[in-house]
């Protein structure tokens, strides 16, 4: 079975600072890796994913992040940040291309002027 | 998103009364997965579809049924409403590439 944690409920950052949202994984095969954000009262939206290929992957609104097979981890990060950037983020795991993803519980940034 | 919708965005239920949620997608997906948001647990999955007619549970399925009779409709129902059911439910639907999940806007429901 397949499993994520975010081990930060919460990250403060100052704003221009860059930022790390963290994220392991447990899977039993080839790991489909995804983030997405969710900003206040929205659904989730997009940021990026790994299927394959290249371990650092860049997505939406300046967002990359890094897969490392040996650590399981696909952190989330961004060179600088943004009070914009303010919002709850999900890192999200499946190992075919049809099961269901599994979420991790979330982790809340906030980004300080 | 444009391609999913949920309805209704805010219900209010009594206790023991049956709820069904409603998840519309103009994508022609095959794929379509409820869950539900609660603080400190992200979101779980509780059931989804593979298909018309087919179906399959989630994580947290107890107390949850669901209906695909159509491509473009995933009904939830909550056959006896009870208060732990407080919840914000989210319909998804599954790109083969891209995205992974369009996610619809969302559905808070309170059950006192």
């Known amino acids: 079975a397949q499993s994520v944690a975010q081990p930060e409920d919460q990250v403060n950052v100052a704003e221009g600072n860059p930022l790390t949202v963290k994220c392991t994984y447990s899977?039993?095969?080839?790991?489909?890796l995804f983030w997405y954000v969710q900003y206040p009262n929205r659904g989730l939206q997009f940021l990026l994913k790994?299927?394959?290929?290249?371990?650092l992957v860049k997505g939406s609104y300046g967002f990359e992040a890094e897969f490392n097979k040996s650590q399981t981890s696909f952190h989330l990060k961004k060179p600088s940040a943004l009070v914009s950037d303010s919002a709850l983020y999900f890192c999200?795991?499946?190992?075919?291309?049809?099961?269901?993803?599994?979420f991790g519980k979330g982790t809340r940034l906030s980004v300080i002027a | 998103d444009a391609g999913i919708t949920q309805s209704p965005r805010h219900k209010v239920t009594e206790t023991g009364t049956p709820v069904t949620l409603r998840c519309h997608q103009t994508?022609?997906?095959?794929?379509m997965y409820w869950y539900r948001q609660d603080p400190g647990h992200g979101l779980r999955l509780i059931h989804y579809?593979?298909?018309?007619?087919?179906?399959d549970k989630g994580e947290v399925s107890d107390g949850y049924s669901v209906s695909r009779s159509k491509t473009e409709d995933f009904l939830l129902t909550l056959e006896s409403a009870t208060s732990s059911q407080t919840s914000v439910y989210f319909c998804?639907?599954?790109?083969?590439?891209?995205?992974?999940?369009?996610f619809g806007s969302g559905t808070r429901l309170t059950v006192v």
């Open positions: 998804a639907i599954s790109h083969p590439q891209g995205p992974g999940y369009t």
């Open positions: 899977v039993s095969g080839n790991p489909y």
């Open positions: 790994y299927i394959t290929g290249d371990n």
């Open positions: 999200a795991v499946r190992d075919t291309g049809n099961t269901p993803l599994v």
């Open positions: 994508e022609n997906h095959r794929y």
């Open positions: 579809s593979y298909g018309v007619k087919d179906t």
